[in-house]
């Protein structure tokens, strides 16, 4: 019998982004940009974490508009800082408004999703691990895209973060083969 990757565990919420969310590829400009930044929340801290206060997130950021961020200065880190809701780092708050300037470049530039799309040639890598030791924590891949997002001006996207990325916006299949999430993803690509 096929068994879902192992590190979602049993919790619903974990769970149903497993099967609903991770892996699934994304094209969205806008929506690869909230989750890199979400991956950069969760540094130091477990994905769950940032899962259970995503609503959260997304009201304090009110919606992950990067044009609207962008344009944030110390009263809404001051705002940001108070709000129990997120995780309160200073550093990773004004990363966001640097990476949302950083968004806002490339966008107008040829697009985040073109840019990031490009390093696979539009299709997803689909990577056939059988076991969870298998699976990189990063990728001399995901060590570039991240220098070459730094040398745009983002933070927060250390060669970790940036893998945890791929992984979740489905450039990158890691679904263990043994996962039925494996082929439905893969026949997304």
């Known amino acids: 019998m096929a068994e879902r990757c192992p590190w979602c565990g049993t919790d619903p919420l974990y769970v149903a982004y497993h099967d ?3 892996g699934v590829p994304e094209r969205d400009s806008r929506a690869l940009w909230e989750k890199l930044v979400l991956d950069g929340f969760q540094a130091g801290l477990a994905w769950i974490t940032i899962l259970r206060k995503r609503d959260a997130f997304r009201a304090a950021f009110e919606g992950f508009d990067p044009g609207l961020i962008a344009t944030w200065g110390e009263p809404e880190v001051q705002r940001l ?3 129990p809701g997120i995780v309160r780092h200073r550093g990773k708050i004004e990363a966001t408004i640097d990476n949302a300037q950083a968004w806002e470049r490339i966008e107008a530039r040829e697009g985040f999703d073109t840019f990031l799309w490009r390093y696979f040639d539009g299709a997803p890598l ?4 059988s076991s969870m030791a298998e699976v990189p924590a990063e990728t ?3 060590q570039r895209i991240s220098k070459d997002l730094k040398k745009e001006g983002f933070r927060f ?3 970790t973060i940036v893998y945890a990325f791929l992984q979740a916006t489905g450039l990158v299949n890691d679904h263990l083969v043994t ?3 494996h082929a439905r ?3 997304m690509a």
């Open 20 to 22: 609903e969310e991770w």
């Open 81 to 83: 800082l108070a709000d």
């Open 126 to 129: 689909q990577n056939a691990w």
């Open 140 to 142: 001399p891949l995901s």
């Open 157 to 159: 996207v250390g060669p």
């Open 179 to 181: 996962c039925p999430s």
């Open 185 to 187: 993803v893969a026949a």
